[in-house]
C-alpha cells in the first residue's frame, strides 16, 4: 500500500511541471483552467475585459467549420479567451453561464494537437469546432435557457488542447461563470 501511494504521489509531482509549461505556451489574454478527471473545474469571466475580433471569417472556414457567417451577428462582441487540455479516453462538456440570466452569451471551443496553441483569428484548421448561441426561433420540445455548453468526445489516449471563446453580440456586457466537466 506503501508503495501504492509513493508512486500516486511521484506521479502527481511529476505531472505539475507540465501544467505549468501548458500555462505559459498559450498566447497574452488566455486563461489556462486545468481539467481534472471526472471532476469539474470553474472559472469566472467578464466580457468587458475583452476585445472585439472584427475577421470571424475562420470561424466558417471549412477548415474549422464553426458556426456558419450567418450566425456570425451574435460574436460581434468582446470575446474572452479559456484553455484547457482534454484527457484520453474522455467527454468533455464546457458550459457558461451569465450571472445575470437576461446577458445573450456566446460560446464557442475548438480542439487541437496538445502541441499547438493557436489563437483564433490566426486558426488555420482544427480537429473539431463546437458552438451555442441564442437560437434564432423556438425548437418544438425544447427550452432554452441563459447556459449556453458545448462538448466533445476523445476516444483515443492522445491530450488534445482546447480553446474555449465566450462572446455575444455587439455591445453584450456582463461576467459570467465558466465550467468545464471531464469524465473519463
Not at 441564442?134 to 488542447?161: A, C, L, M
Amino acid at each position: 500500500m506503501k508503495k501504492l501511494i509513493n508512486l500516486m504521489i511521484t506521479a502527481a509531482v511529476l505531472a505539475l511541471p507540465l501544467v505549468a509549461i501548458a500555462q505559459t505556451k498559450w498566447p497574452a489574454g488566455v486563461t489556462f483552467i486545468a481539467s481534472k478527471g471526472n471532476e469539474t473545474v470553474s472559472g469566472q469571466g467578464d466580457l468587458s475585459q475583452g476585445k472585439v475580433m472584427d475577421d470571424l471569417s475562420w470561424a466558417s472556414s471549412s477548415s474549422n467549420a464553426c458556426f456558419p457567417a450567418t450566425q456570425n451577428s451574435k460574436f460581434r462582441g468582446n470575446h474572452i479567451f479559456f484553455a484547457t487540455t482534454m484527457p484520453g479516453r474522455s467527454i468533455m462538456t464546457i458550459s457558461v453561464t451569465p450571472e445575470d440570466s437576461s446577458t445573450d452569451l456566446s460560446l464557442y471551443a475548438y480542439m487541437m494537437g496538445g502541441d499547438s496553441y493557436d489563437l483564433v483569428p490566426d486558426l488555420a484548421r482544427c480537429i473539431s469546432c463546437e458552438a451555442d448561441h441564442k437560437w434564432d426561433r423556438p425548437w418544438k420540445g425544447k427550452i432554452q435557457t441563459s447556459e449556453r455548453h458545448v462538448e466533445f468526445q476523445n476516444p483515443g489516449q492522445n491530450t488534445y488542447n482546447i480553446v474555449i471563446g465566450v462572446s455575444g453580440p455587439k455591445g453584450t456586457s456582463g461576467k459570467f461563470k465558466i465550467e468545464i466537466k471531464t469524465k473519463s
